[in-house]
């Protein structure tokens, strides 16, 4: 297993403003991925994020609204910008080791105003 | 399109007793399966695994059971402590790429 952690834990946000969310692996690990959890409902994939290219986004998504980094084998940032209150959700990354399985940081708790 | 669902939104078992939470699954070509815990503030954790050239696997305390003629997907949890008490969640990865796609969730609540 991989240990993932994320930064901030929570945050309450002004809508019209940007929040960088930080997720960092005590490993190298080729993919990396970013989700977003409603309240109440399951897990969407934002986006797959690979070092050394540019994000791969899902349907509904777009890199000008949830902009990702990927500096290094152990590091992302999402960016969720111009937020409105729908943006409220827990985001989370995790990371693929290469034998299928997924593993996830503990999420970022966010709460638009 | 793919999509993994869920027919029980809401389980509540008496500790000690066996939980089933079960999962349907509408792509065939998904080969790999998996089983999260999400506890309550927490992120998904993984519990167990199973490719889909196997029927049942079995863990710690878990199994979990492929059907893949009928599409389904089943984690059983012997003798269900309070601590089970959370959200599992279904995913299901096809041998194409390497995302997840997840099911709707199922709250399991043991009742002490």
């Known amino acids: 297993s991989a240990v993932i952690s994320q930064k901030p834990s929570r945050d309450i946000c002004q809508r019209g403003t940007s929040l960088t969310i930080q997720c960092q692996v005590d490993s190298q690990v080729t993919m990396m991925f970013w989700y977003r959890q409603q309240p109440g409902q399951s897990l969407t994939l934002i986006a797959t994020?690979?070092?050394?290219?540019?994000?791969?986004?899902e349907s509904g998504f777009v890199i000008d609204k949830f902009p990702i980094s990927r500096p290094n084998l152990t590091f992302s940032t999402l960016t969720v910008s111009n937020m409105s209150p729908e943006d409220s959700s827990i985001y989370l990354c995790s990371v693929d080791l290469e034998t299928d399985t997924q593993y996830f940081g503990p999420g970022t708790r966010l709460t638009v105003l | 399109g793919e999509s993994v669902g869920l027919h029980l939104p809401t389980l509540s078992v008496q500790e000690g007793d066996n939980s089933i939470i079960n999962c349907a699954y509408s792509?065939?070509?998904?080969?790999?399966f998996i089983w999260y815990k999400q506890e309550s503030g927490k992120g998904p954790q993984f519990i167990i695994d199973i490719r889909s050239n196997m029927d049942k696997r079995q863990g710690q305390r878990v199994t979990v059971l492929l059907n893949k003629t009928v599409k389904h997907l089943s984690l059983q949890i012997a003798a269900t402590q309070p601590g089970d008490s959370a959200v599992y969640f279904c995913?299901?990865?096809?041998?194409?790429?390497?995302?997840?796609?997840f099911g709707a969730g199922t709250i399991l609540r043991v009742k002490s």
């Open positions: 994020a690979n070092q050394g290219s540019e994000a791969t986004y």
């Open positions: 995913a299901e990865k096809t041998e194409y790429g390497n995302k997840l796609v």
């Open positions: 792509n065939s070509a998904s080969d790999y």
